[in-house]
């Protein structure tokens, strides 16, 4: 995305498009950034960092299928890392107050394979890692059968896939709904 892998100063560049694309002060983006950099003395998170931090926080499940889809979606650029300013972007959504922001970025996350909609399988997929990771009983409801239930009730055109309309729709109309896509509540009885 732009940042030199190497830099120990954030540029005056990179201040400027953080400040306008994410919700945070230039103070708050140099405590951060001053943060990452400590953690990434290179300046760059790669996969494995990423999955040390999802290892220390989900101890009782294996979280390496959901931090992958958490690195596939937060690495813009496809380079294989995470630089200061694609993280702070994924830190911005995914700490946004506006719901409709945090659900387009998890549509992002479900749409694995980028075509703009969410199929069955790829919703599948995210449900199995976000029960890996949390170490969900075999006696949770089955991927596959939550999937057929989120699909009941957002595929409004029966079309087989979710568009981003009806996932974000489907999310912000329906309490429980938006609970059963919600990791904390995923494995929820």
Not at 50 to 60: G, H, I
Not at 109 to 126: A, H, L, Q
Request: hydrophobic share 35%; net charge negative; glycine share 4%.
């Amino acid at each position: 995305m732009g940042l030199k892998p190497s830099k120990k100063k954030l540029s005056k560049e990179d201040m400027q498009f953080l400040k306008k694309h994410t919700h945070f002060t230039e103070r708050q983006i140099k405590i951060w950034y001053q943060g990452f950099m400590k953690d990434c003395p290179k300046g760059l998170l790669t996969k494995s960092k990423l999955m040390e931090v999802y290892s220390d926080l989900f101890r009782q499940g294996n979280p390496e299928a959901f931090c992958d889809h958490v690195f596939r979606t937060f690495d813009h650029d496809n380079s294989g890392h995470i630089d200061f300013k694609e993280f702070m972007l994924a830190i911005s959504v995914t700490s946004a107050k506006d719901p409709k922001e945090k659900l387009t970025w998890a549509f992002t996350m479900y749409d694995k394979n980028k075509d703009g909609t969410i199929e069955k399988s790829e919703m599948v997929d995210i449900i199995t890692a976000i029960y890996e990771m949390l170490g969900c009983s075999d006696s949770q409801e089955p991927p596959e059968e939550r999937t057929e239930k989120i699909f009941k009730k957002m595929d409004v055109n029966n079309d087989g896939v979710l568009s981003r309309e009806e996932f974000i729709s489907g999310c912000l109309d329906d309490d429980d709904l938006r609970q059963m896509l919600t990791v904390d509540a995923i494995c929820a009885p």
